[in-house]
T-cell receptor, first 114, second 114 residues
Framework: AQKVTQAQTEISVVEKEDVTLDCVYE???????LFWYKQPPSGELVFLIR??????QNEISGRYSWNFQKSTSSFNFTITASQVVDSAVYFC???????????FGAGTRLFVKA | DTEVTQTPKHLVMGMTNKKSLKCEQH?????MYWYKQKAKKPPELMFV???????INESVPSRFSPECPNSSLLNLHLHALQPEDSALYLC?????????????FGPGTRLTVL
């Protein structure tokens, strides 16, 4: 069975704080892809990152960084020095190779207060 | 340019109305998707088109009828909807369905059924 768990339903931080959004996944496949999407109040899902199961290198993009650990089946997302514009719902997702169906986690709603 | 456009942005319709949602992409993608998203939930897959052919219908009621007139356009025809069909309808596209490619989403249509 495939499953993505985002245990944090809501997180509230003050601007400039660092925040980590957790994502744990389950799959029996050895080849798969993990994604993070951001959904601001406007509704559009914005693609943030795609990582395949063979690439465990951590990635940094500006204030965003991702920590992929196969040993714990986790793909966590950290925002450094959060800003009000980071307020959104963040979805972690899983797709198996050759698959079209994206398995989404329940999402984590992030509130960043000024 | 990773843009998927959707029209209209908002739609209010009665249960006896017939309406259509439109989605367009000009990225040369050959796979297009319809998702339904209820408030505070992740998107749920409805339909997948691959090379202009319907490849997946996730047991969606027949009051939703998808159409893919060409590789850039995807429509969702609505007829005799129920109030519980009120939701955000998201369109997405990807290069292909066979390579677990990144899906790029449009801004969505917020549908209210009275």
């Amino acid at each position: 069975a495939q499953k993505v768990t985002q245990a944090q339903t809501e997180i509230s931080v003050v601007e400039k704080e660092d925040v980590t959004l957790d994502c744990v996944y389950e799959t029996r496949d050895t080849t798969y892809y993990l994604f993070w999407y951001k959904q601001p109040p406007s509704g559009e899902l914005v693609f943030l990152i795609r990582r395949n199961s063979f690439d465990e290198q951590n990635e940094i993009s500006g204030r965003y960084s991702w920590n992929f650990q196969k040993s714990t089946s986790s793909f966590n997302f950290t925002i450094t020095a959060s800003q009000v514009v980071d307020s959104a719902v963040y979805f972690c997702a899983l797709v198996n190779t050759g698959g079209f169906k994206t398995i989404f986690g329940a999402g984590t709603r992030l509130f960043v207060k000024a | 340019d990773t843009e998927v456009t959707q029209t209209p942005k908002h739609l209010v319709m009665g249960m006896t109305n017939k309406k259509s949602l439109k989605c367009e992409q000009h990225m040369g993608h050959r796979a297009m998707y319809w998702y339904k998203q209820k408030a505070k939930k992740p998107p749920e897959l409805m339909f997948v088109y691959s090379y202009e052919k319907l490849s997946i219908n996730e047991s969606v009621p027949s009051r939703f009828s998808p159409e893919c007139p060409n590789s850039s356009l995807l429509n969702l025809h609505l007829h005799a909807l129920q109030p519980e069909d009120s939701a955000l309808y998201l369109c997405a596209s990807s290069q292909d369905t066979s390579r677990s490619d990144t899906q790029y989403f449009g801004p969505g249509t917020r549908l209210t059924v009275l």
